[in-house]
């Protein structure tokens, strides 16, 4: 709109400059009315141009207001859970197919995500399997950089004797590259979390990154087992 007032202000003035110099001409009669066919002719071809330019620019303005509110629509579209994948005969794959993930029995694809993060609750919603995948230039952020041995990533996260390391094993690549599996166990349950394992890798050819996590809250141990089944199923495809 402001592009338009701006074409139609020099549409205007454009006009009153061949006005006034029609009206200050005073030659003969012949050249005075060559003059004048000749602004008359410039002043024709200036409003085709500014009205075309007007034409346009409103065009622009339409289309770009349609990708707007199309653009709007899908932000405001609310996630489901087949924006994530399905679980098929206790497998879960991925929307677009590139990885699976077989979850313990039961356990249910939560509504709210997409295949980027996608969480699967057990029955009881005390326990969580999460599965993180990220491909491009977001990959590097997405995951956490383990350093190479138990003592080191210890002296990051240590929260005393309540915490153990259940196991931890780490394997980096030449080019950064990592694959990485860890579990803790809480005597006493920070946050609610009595038990906690990951398992995952970055790959930095292809720039992908992907990881399963457990988080157990109940006292069921068997649920500890069924966790582990689960990241061992973790496959990229």
Do not use: H
Request: charged residues 30%; negative net charge.
């Amino acid at each position: 709109m402001r592009k338009n007032k701006i074409l139609a202000g020099i549409l205007i003035a454009m006009t009153v400059m061949i006005t006034a110099t029609a009206c200050g001409k005073n030659n003969t009669k012949a050249e005075s009315t060559q003059e004048t066919k000749q602004q008359a002719e410039a002043s024709t071809e200036a409003t085709t141009a500014v009205n075309a330019e007007v034409a346009s620019s409103e065009q622009e303005t339409s289309e770009g207001a349609d990708t707007s509110e199309e653009e709007e629509t899908k932000e405001t579209q609310p996630l489901t859970a087949n924006d994530a994948g399905d679980i098929k005969e206790g497998l879960f794959t991925s929307k677009s197919g590139k990885y699976q993930i077989m979850p313990p029995k039961g356990w249910s694809l939560d509504e709210d995500g997409d295949e980027s993060v996608v969480a699967i609750s057990s029955p009881n919603g005390e326990d969580y399997l999460e599965v993180t995948y990220v491909q491009g230039d977001d990959a590097d952020g997405a995951r956490e950089v383990y350093p190479d041995t138990m003592d080191e990533y210890k002296k990051l996260i240590s929260r005393g004797e309540d915490m153990e390391f259940v196991r931890y094993d780490v394997k980096n690549g030449s080019d950064g590259s990592q694959t990485f599996r860890y579990a803790l166990r809480y005597k006493t349950p920070q946050d609610g979390v009595r038990y906690y394992a990951i398992s995952g890798s970055y790959n930095a050819a292809t720039k992908t990154y992907i990881s399963a996590a457990g988080t157990i809250g109940s006292t069921d141990s068997g649920v500890e087992g069924q966790i582990e089944a689960a990241l061992d199923s973790l496959k990229l495809k």
